[in-house]
């Protein structure tokens, strides 16, 4: 590598390594439940119970069972946990290109996230063993843009802003780690994503 190019790619998951769709989510609770659409997002963000969840506040367990006493119904947990992954999709970066990438810089993953979800992701896809490590939301207490997300990865990278490239879909997210003094971009879309990482030198 070049003098000068970032030694880290910090990379969100959600809509930049996997796509992610609440439809399927809304469809399989309407099914169970009865509820429309905007009634299940309006459950599952009052009072902040998505947040405190991804925020690692509550267990997955209890996420479950305060889901079940908001719907007024007792989902089978199995069924619950279906359901729930329902929202992760297909990956969006191909797999050959994550892994040459992880032969020349320092790969790691940056995420908004809850416990369930991510260990559907693990189980599911085999592109994460190209990562050297992960800074989750539910682990760190903290959801990006908040400032000790990334302070916390720079910490547990052992890298300074300097060094490191971050990767996400949300514009606040994005500014928030150039506030730090960390390069960053939006991501649009993989060919956006490879043009990107061209003009730095990284590909």
């Known amino acids: 590598m070049r003098p000068g190019l970032p030694r880290f790619l910090f990379l969100d998951i959600g809509h930049v390594l996997v796509g992610l769709d609440y439809k399927h989510l809304a469809g399989r609770m309407r099914a169970l439940t009865g509820l429309e659409p905007g009634h299940v ?14 925020s690692g506040k509550i267990t997955g367990t209890e996420f479950y069972e305060e889901v079940c006493r908001r719907v007024g119904s007792r989902i089978p947990w199995q069924e619950f946990l279906e359901l729930w992954d329902s929202v992760i999709g297909q990956p969006l970066i191909p797999d050959e290109v994550l892994l040459a990438l992880a032969q020349s810089i320092h790969l790691w993953a940056i995420s908004n996230t809850n416990k369930l979800h991510f260990d559907f992701m693990a189980r ?6 190209h990562f050297e490590g992960f800074v989750l939301s539910h682990e760190v207490g903290a959801l990006k843009p908040d400032k000790r997300i990334f302070l916390h990865a720079l910490e547990k990278a052992r890298t300074r802003a300097s060094e490191v490239l971050f990767v996400d879909d949300q514009e606040i997210n994005v500014k ?12 649009l879309d993989p060919d956006q994503f490879a043009a990107e990482l061209k003009a730095r030198g990284l590909i």
């Open 176 to 187: 928030a780690a150039q506030e730090l003094g960390i390069d960053a971009f939006r991501f």
């Open 124 to 129: 599911r896809f085999t592109f994460l063993s």
């Open 41 to 54: 997002t309006a459950l599952l963000t009052a009072e902040e119970l998505l947040t405190n969840f991804e």
